[in-house]
């Protein structure tokens, strides 16, 4: 056990279990175990920090952070809001601690908005009332309960243009960077702040150790400020979080929703969070994302790229654990994967979760062992305690059948990429993946536009279809494990309006599979003190599993005008045949023994892309299309 004392503690590299030299009480103060003296020492035992602070004890403070940037042009920096609550001891002992923060745009809740119509040239097509999202999805609540009895101080930073905080909300750029950097600068004596009655404050009480945490939109935050370099960011755990905004509201060219939410951009989540006082001074800025964002090419440009981090991962100096689910259609996987690729590029200590959820963290499934990771992952990087976390298996991935599995890296160390051509069936119907390619008659279908969803074309694999293209393979001998990024290549022409072409990756076979969504077990389970309003428990979930003829891998989709660059619209010359190249979003699925795996091509995806008018005709030139597949290793034996 280490007791570290408020006076003498330090945070060079602490191994668990070593004594620290001259750690002693202050005088007229007792360590735990004494029967007075209100004093608490920070108590570390087996490599975590243990919880020896009261939770209903703790001290409240709210600040505005002054920052560098003027979003909203009034002359004035824009300030965002911070509420903190630490452990008593950092006023009454001296103590100090390091602090986690979750910020969000999200805590003052969100406004009715409406998005952007996705029917092309239809007069009935209207602007319709977006979902609401799930504020209660993105809360977990437990980081005050569980965190700063072990001595953390915990904080909620409103976004700019949120809440309590000025300026304007602007959907990630520079700006909101500056918002989330400018937390950790005044935690670290760089930035000015106020209380609400105006008296400047400092925070006497901090380390200048700062972890971030958080969610969506909430962990999209924390890769904004680590994309800064910001001295004192030390650990984030980003969960279903973005690093391109580009890659969730386009791909490849091509204008592409999250999922649940078609038809919104930039400029409507933008006036969703607009929360602030006065927001009426932000309608000029939100007009302006508007009339830039581009809703008809798609092009990657100047707007995306100020909303892009993957670039700026070699100024990251805080570790990363990067969380995300398979089956999230909202906030892609391609976000995190990138991101992961960057951070290893750069050389940024990280760890990897794959679970087979949707837009969610693993917290109420895997409990102990995300409790267990996060507050190792914290005491290293905050606290500088040796406790080994860095040292363990880098990656935790969930399998299809809920199994969990650990690697050294991701995809897992052996995968390989084999390709698979996509060959025509006899007489129109479906046609064959496999190995070698076999070259036949071209193949051709109609763009259904908004008439069908992609669900919908894909029952009835093994007939024809006038709405799309489906190349299978054989019952499979063997599991075959696709994890990564999977790649299609098509010879194709196009003649009509649709530009989009899709490709879906598909697992045909009755079976249990799970959905994605959770549902509640029964069985509660506690993590931290509690306090009134919260007993610091929560009921377990389990993934829901369905019995379905088939389950979508993966997807993926391209602008055809944007062939060779995402950043540049080319036309299509009607009847020309050209190759295109494009990515399926990544994933980590296993297809068993028995099923057949299959590639379907169509145009319109309904529930993603813009709906052009029906009647776009693909002709597919077979056999020299193909499929890359990243397999694990030895799964290749399952093709032959």
């Given at each position: ?57 703790a ?20 300030r ?80 700019i ?27 670290n ?33 924390p ?22 905004w ?21 400029d ?20 302006e ?36 689910g ?9 976000n ?65 059948d ?9 995809p ?145 989709w ?41 590639v ?35 799964d ?5």
């Amino acid at each position: 056990m280490i007791t570290i004392t408020a006076a003498l503690l330090t945070l060079t590299a602490l191994p668990a279990g070593a004594a620290v030299p001259g750690a002693s009480a202050p005088p007229g103060q007792r360590s735990p175990g004494g029967s007075s003296g209100g004093y608490s020492a920070l108590t570390v035992r087996g490599g975590e920090t243990q919880p020896v602070f009261s939770r209903a004890d703790a001290v409240t403070q709210t600040v505005d952070i002054e920052t560098t940037a003027d979003s909203d042009r009034d002359g004035v920096r824009d300030r965002v809001q911070m509420r903190i609550m630490r452990p008593k001891e950092t006023d009454t002992a001296g103590l100090k601690v390091p602090v986690i923060v979750e910020p969000s745009p999200y805590w003052a809740g969100g406004n009715p908005v409406t998005n952007h119509p996705v029917d092309i040239d239809d007069a009935r097509a209207r602007a319709f009332a977006a979902p609401q999202r799930d504020l209660a999805a993105v809360f977990s609540g437990y980081y005050d309960n569980y965190f700063l009895p072990r001595g953390y101080a915990v904080a909620h930073l409103d976004s700019i243009g949120t809440g309590g905080s000025t300026g304007c909300p602007t959907s990630g750029d520079r700006a909101e960077q500056a918002g989330a950097k400018a937390a950790v600068d005044w935690l670290n004596g760089r930035a000015r702040g106020w209380a609400p009655d105006g008296t400047p404050v400092r925070a006497d009480w901090s380390t200048g150790n700062v972890g971030m945490i958080g969610q969506s939109y909430n962990g999209t935050l924390p890769n904004m400020a680590a994309a800064t370099g910001v001295p004192g960011l030390k650990a984030i755990v980003p969960v279903a979080a973005i690093s391109s905004w580009y890659d969730y509201y386009r791909a490849n060219g091509g204008v592409v929703a999250p999922g649940g939410f078609q038809g919104e951009d930039l400029d409507v989540l933008a006036k969703y969070v607009l929360t602030r006082e006065n927001p009426e001074v932000c309608a000029k800025v939100i007009e302006e994302i508007e009339a830039t964002q581009d809703r008809e090419t798609g092009d990657y440009g100047e707007v995306w790229a100020a909303r892009d981090y993957v670039g700026q991962a070699r100024k990251v100096r805080a570790a990363v654990m990067v969380v995300h689910g398979v089956n999230d259609w909202n906030v892609k996987v391609k976000n995190s994967v990138q991101w992961w690729n960057a951070l290893k590029e750069a050389g940024v200590p990280r760890k990897l979760w794959l679970h087979q959820g949707d837009h969610a963290t693993p917290f109420r499934w895997r409990l102990e062992e995300w409790l267990r990771q996060t507050h190792r992952w914290f005491d290293r990087y905050l606290y500088g305690i040796r406790n080994g976390i860095e040292r363990e298996p880098r990656v935790d991935v969930q399998q299809a059948d809920g199994t969990w599995e650990t690697a050294r890296d991701w995809p897992v160390p052996g995968t390989t990429t084999v390709p698979l051509s996509l060959n025509a069936g006899p007489s129109g119907q479906p046609g064959r993946l496999g190995l070698l390619p076999r070259h036949g008659a071209t193949q051709s279908f109609t763009d259904e536009g908004k008439t069908r969803t992609a669900e919908q074309l894909l029952a009835n694999e093994d007939a024809a279809d006038p709405g799309r293209l489906a190349y299978l393979t054989r019952p499979l001998p063997a599991p075959l494990r696709v994890n990564g990024t999977p790649k299609i290549t098509l010879r194709a022409s196009l003649d009509g309006r649709s530009p989009y072409l899709t490709a879906l990756l598909v697992d045909y076979g009755t079976a249990a599979r799970p959905t994605g969504r959770r549902t509640d077990t029964g069985e509660r389970v506690c993590y931290g003190q509690g306090v009134p309003g919260d007993d610091g428990c929560t009921t377990r979930q389990a993934l829901e599993t369905a019995t379905a003829p088939f389950k979508i891998i993966t997807r993926g989709w391209l602008d055809a005008r944007n062939r060779r660059d995402p950043a540049r619209t080319e036309p299509i010359s009607p009847g020309r045949t050209y190759t295109f190249r494009w990515d399926f979003e990544p994933t980590d699925y296993t297809v068993e023994s028995g099923h057949r795996l299959g590639v379907i091509v169509l145009s319109t995806d309904y529930d993603y892309t813009l709906r052009y008018p029906a009647g776009t005709k693909v002709t597919v030139e077979p056999g020299v299309s193909r499929v890359l597949l990243p397999l694990a290793r030895g799964d290749r034996k399952a093709l032959r």
